[in-house]
C-alpha cells in the first residue's frame, strides 16, 4: 500500500530533551515536506527536501533540524524542543513532474506535547 | 506565507442536502487541491486541479479550478454522516515553486 508513515504517532517530552520523528514513504516520491498544524493557524511548512542532499526552509523553520540522506527517508529533528513546538505535525510527499511539485500526500501526524 | 480564503468556517446541514464551499487568493495558483481530514489523521487528498476552468469528480465530489485562476470550489452531493470532517484547499502559486498554501479549514457537521 502507498503510504507516508510516521513515528512516533504520540509523544510526551520535557523542555530541551532531544527528540526525532521520523518520516517515510514507499511512494518514490522526489519531494518531501515537514507542517505542523495548530489552532487558528492551520498548517504550516517547518522544511521540505526536493531530493537527497537537498533540504530548504519553510515558514516556520526556527527550532527544527532535517536532513535527507535517502529518497524515503526525511527525519525532522528537535535539538532542544520547547513548549512552543507542542503541536501536530505532518510529513508529506509528491512526485515531482514537469510542472513542478504538484499533489501531496500526508502522513497520519505525530502528536506532540513539550512540558 | 499567505493565507487562502476559505469560507465557510463551519456548516451544519441534515444528511442528504448539497454542500458547497470555496477558497478565494489574491494571486495567482496553477493548482489547487482539497484535502478532507477526520478527528487525529492527516488530511487525505480528496480532488486535484491543474487547469483553469477545469472540472473533475470523485464520486459524489465536484471540484473546480476557477477561470481566473484565484479561486477553488468544492461540491458534495447527497451528503452522508461520514462526510464529517474538515475539509482544507490547499493551493501552489506560479511562483512559489514547491511551496502550498493551505485554507484555514470548513468543519462540516452532518445531522443524520
Redo the contacts between chains.
Sequence with gaps: EAQ?TQNPRYLITVTGKKLTVTCSQNMNHE?M?WYRQDP?L????IY?S?NVEVTDK??VPEGYKVSRKEKRNFPLILESPSPNQTSLY?CAS?P?RL???????????T?LTVT | GQQLNQSPQSMFIQEGEDVSMNCTSSSIFNTWLWYKQDPGEGPVLLIALYKAGELTSNGRLTAQFGITRKDSFLNISASIPSDVGIYFCAGQEETSGSRLTFGEGTQLTVNP
Design positions: 507516508v519531494y515536506s487558528g492551520g498548517l504550516r511548512q521540505y526536493m519553510g515558514d505532518f509528491s515531482i510542472a513542478g511539485v504538484r499533489e501531496q500526500y500526508f502522513g497520519p501526524g502528536r
